[in-house]
């Protein structure tokens, strides 16, 4: 019954109204999800945006990210379909692109720089797919791209989930997963706890390759809980 009370709780925090950061926290309410973060932002102060860029776990991610700090996501298109959370993806102005279309990529790269020279943080998950855990994937190098065009800092981002203080896999949405089963695993799950860490801010030099490279080991060299 706990879990039927939790994703009805759900239902409501999603259908909610209200600043982007108040809505994400109450959805991690009611999954009982507690958010463990050393950042009151994940901005760096200055005159563009911040690219934010995390490893890629879970749909949580995105949840758990903005009770930190609202920003723009970059998300895959398939997201804009999904029940309640794509709809919420949507009203919060995520930027979907297809990752198949390489011919749409410069115009990706493009949005997301314009959206920075504005001084507005996009986030990003540059393994482009979810993994269980690290070490996980090889970051894209793309969207650096919009990093160096901006002139914008990189702020790496580690995620990780516990439970009663251990490494767990239990929010991973991965392989042939499917969003259901998953929502359903996180409102049954007991003393669930997303972990966000945040590592030194990158300075947008280099190229694409060098910039990637650097902001993949800075998302790995953050402590896990575990060490």
Known sequence: MEAVTRLAALARALATAGPPDARARAVLDALDVRLDTDAGRLSVPGP????IVANHVSWLDIVGLLAVEPATFLAKREVAGWPLLGRAA??????????????ALPDS??????????????VVFPE???WCSAPGGEFRRAVFQAALDAGAPVRPVSLEYLQGGRPSTIAAFVGDDT?????????RAAELTLRVRTGTPLSPEGDRRSLADRARRAVLAVEPAHA
């Open 48 to 51: 563009t945006g911040t690219l």
């Open 109 to 122: 790269v493009a949005a997301v720089a314009a959206h920075l020279r504005t001084g507005r943080s996009v």
């Open 179 to 187: 969003l259901a089963r998953s929502v359903g695993r996180v409102a």
């Open 128 to 130: 482009a797919t979810t």
């Open 90 to 103: 949507t009203r919060l102005g995520t930027l979907f692109v297809d990752r198949w279309a390489l011919r």
